[in-house]
């Protein structure tokens, strides 16, 4: 098993069932200029890119941009997408792409319909999760929550 997939499953939250067939990852919509794939709104502040974005509405892009490729994983099953308000870059973060039969074989539960997007904070709130279903291509992307306090 690949390390990338190993990743990709922890991040989805797959069923056990689906370790058995790994899922084949796309890449049909980060490509070419920075494309809209959804409005989010984020209940909290969090961490993109190692960087603060504040609670509130946000226009997701995606874009052709992929991480460096490092041993065994397959730069092509992530891209980059931008957090926009107000046209302006607030922030940016690497999502998770996969196809829309890949999300819901792997998803433990159901997955956001076509053109719509989801926003959950995991279980233990370590994480918020964004998930994205832009015209049957699913974008997921997973943001550390601001801690604040000591």
């Not at 689906?18 to 070419?32: D, L, T, W, Y």
């Not at 909290?44 to 991480?67: I, M, N, W």
């Not at 904070?121 to 000591?150: C, E, F, S």
Request: hydrophobic share 45%; net charge neutral; with cysteine.
């Amino acid at each position: 098993m690949r390390p990338c997939m190993v990743v990709a499953w922890i991040a989805l939250g797959l069923a056990p069932a689906a370790a058995a067939q790994p899922p084949s990852f796309v890449m049909a919509a980060c490509a070419g200029e920075a494309t809209h794939v959804a409005d989010v709104r984020l209940p909290h502040a969090v961490l993109a890119d190692g960087k603060a974005l504040p609670a509130g509405a946000y226009e997701v892009r995606a874009t052709a941009q992929h991480p460096s490729a490092v041993p065994g994983a397959d730069a092509q099953a992530t891209c980059w997408v931008q957090f926009l308000q107000g046209g302006e870059l607030k922030g940016r973060e690497l999502a998770t792409v996969v196809s829309e039969e890949d999300a819901r074989a792997i998803a433990k539960g159901p997955v956001p319909a076509r053109n719509a997007a989801r926003v959950d904070q995991l279980k233990g709130g370590d994480y918020y999760r964004i998930w994205i279903n832009a015209d049957g291509t699913h974008y997921i992307i997973n943001l550390p929550p601001v801690q604040t306090g000591p």
